[in-house]
């Protein structure tokens, strides 16, 4: 290739130091991009936007300032809930005569909360290849800093924005036996966690703010104590994702455990009992065992 033909072909600046990329496979490349920090951008997803033929984006003028700071000038086509039925079937089109297409969102990964889920089905029943580039999405970046279990959560997306209909959802969500994660908004916060406290309990919690930007808070509490800071306070600024804890363990006394597993023991086995037992309370099954075998001794 000539000089003038190289610099010509696709290729991204990182501190004005030129990389010229290969060319991208055909079909939808599904590119995460920064939520704040555009330090948070992916080699790859990089790459990819600088080879693509063109990119889906939410709003142009957001996808650009990313596409600016990295010297990339492949096309973009706004793509976003308003006109999605009419852009569809150009993407479709695009991606039929063999094009690369990319499509990214306003900020963290397309199809969380964001624009993208009939494209990729639409995409992929045409038989297309759809292609993920995992990056930056605010409900991982808000998960490992509340500080809240990580072995099982589920992500809620937006609440209701009306009080009828939040209380509904989070009477769905109460019995889940897992972390929980929202995305909420500023203006809505302070109600919202006053809700979540009055359904799912007083669970520990967390509100994670302007993650990777330069405002970044997480203040952690439980959910009444930071429902009642919320609303003591002016509606905080920027993006905000909360953090619920799981449902929390019943406590059970002593003596009520006792009661129940002789109430068991007269017409079953130890081990029987401890299963019952166990199911009913959520103790643990070995100590339910231990206790049963030392009551049943002593009967
Ligand atoms: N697709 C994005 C993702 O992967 O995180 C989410 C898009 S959704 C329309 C926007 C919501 O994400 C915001 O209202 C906020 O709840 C959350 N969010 C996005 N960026 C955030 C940030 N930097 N800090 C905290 N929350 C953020």
Same mark, same amino acid.
């Given at each position: ?86 852009? =569809? ?16 969102? *306003? ?80 203006? =809505?916060?302070? *109600? ?105 001794? =002593? =009967?």
């Amino acid at each position: 290739m000539k000089k003038a033909e190289d610099e010509r072909a696709p290729a991204f600046f990182i501190e004005g130091t030129r990389i010229a990329v290969r060319p991208l496979a055909p079909g939808l490349h599904v590119v995460a991009t920064p939520i704040g920090n555009l330090g948070d951008v992916t080699l790859r997803a990089l790459a990819t936007l600088a080879a693509a033929d063109l990119i889906a984006c939410e709003d142009t003028r957001v996808t650009r300032v990313l596409l600016d700071r990295y010297g990339i000038a492949t096309p973009l086509l706004p793509y976003h809930e308003h006109n999605a039925a009419e852009q =569809r079937p150009k993407l479709m089109a695009a991606l039929a005569e063999g094009k690369a297409v990319a499509l990214a969102s *306003d900020a963290g990964t397309p199809l969380i909360s964001d624009p993208g889920y009939r494209l990729v089905v639409e995409t992929a029943a045409a038989g297309h290849a759809v292609v993920p580039l995992p990056g930056a999405s605010a409900l991982l970046a808000a998960l490992v800093t509340a500080g809240l279990p990580t072995d099982t959560f589920l992500f809620a997306g937006f609440l209701p924005q009306k009080e009828v209909g939040r209380r509904k959802r989070l009477a769905e969500l109460a019995a889940v036996p897992a972390t929980l994660v929202f995305y909420e908004s500023p203006n =809505r916060l302070a *109600d919202a966690l006053a809700d979540m406290a009055a359904v799912l309990g007083d669970r520990p919690a967390a509100v994670a703010r302007e993650l990777t930007k330069a405002f970044e808070t997480v203040r952690r509490g439980t959910l009444a104590g930071l429902a009642a800071q919320f609303a003591s306070e002016p509606a905080p600024k920027g993006e905000i994702v909360v953090v619920v804890g799981p449902p929390l363990e019943k406590t059970v006394a002593p003596e009520d455990v006792d009661a129940l597993l002789l109430s068991l023991l007269a017409a079953r086995s130890v081990r029987e009992s401890a299963d019952e037992a166990a199911a009913l309370t959520g103790l643990s099954r070995r100590d339910l065992y231990q206790r049963a075998l030392a009551l049943k001794d =002593r =009967r």
